[in-house]
């Protein structure tokens, strides 16, 4: 059912306190919309907090990321996927491109990170997306069909990637019509080339999409839904992107 749906998903980055989260997932706990599947990446220490206040409503909880680290242990500082799901979140981030650039997470972490999502039943959603000066350059799909080589040998039938061009994160800076639907088309076809051609497939923007945009966005041919960041910590504005999430 939900990978069929527009995936509306909020990222929280690290943002938000006890007291701001409450009174943000209060505000949004009735959001509804049929043709949406909605979740809020939410920072690991409110995990828990957001799932008792989100509890029947349409909107599920996952995380940021996750430990590549498989079994518990002698890991100071991680946080396993099974902690992650033991919490009530169903999916969590892998490899959003603030971790790539500050921890310098690499395909083979991200692999580990995938299975062990995939090990308890978590969604991964796997982030891809260039730099500005890769763009420039001309080696867009370049650099994401490398992100997307992660992928090879995964045995699901369902995958969820989310292209967020770093050039667009934060900035105000939309990827133009032309631009995200030619990257959408590419990551079909590069996902059902190394997945094969009975996955389904959930591909997200990602990068200033915001109540203005949203409509628009969500129009464009393989676009299945929208990772959100800056626009997912307000809660009307997080709502009126949700509202344009449509059948395709
Ligand atoms: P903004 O929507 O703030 O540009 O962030 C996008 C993003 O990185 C979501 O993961």
Redesign the pocket.
Known sequence: MIWHKQWIFG?WKMNGNQAENAALLQALRSVSNNNAHIGIAAPFPYLSQAVDLLKNSQIVIGSQDCSQFAEKGAYTGEVSATMIKDCGAKFVLIG?SERRTYFNEQNQILRKKIDNALACDLIPILCVGETLAQRQAGQETAVVGEQLAVLQGLSVNHIAVAY?PVW???TGEVATGEQIAAMHAFLHKEILSIMGENVTIRTLY????NANNAAEILSIDKVNGA?????SLKAEAFSAIIANAQTE
């Open positions: 990222n959003h967020e667009a994160i934060g990602g990068g200033s999409v990772l959100v960041g800056g626009a």
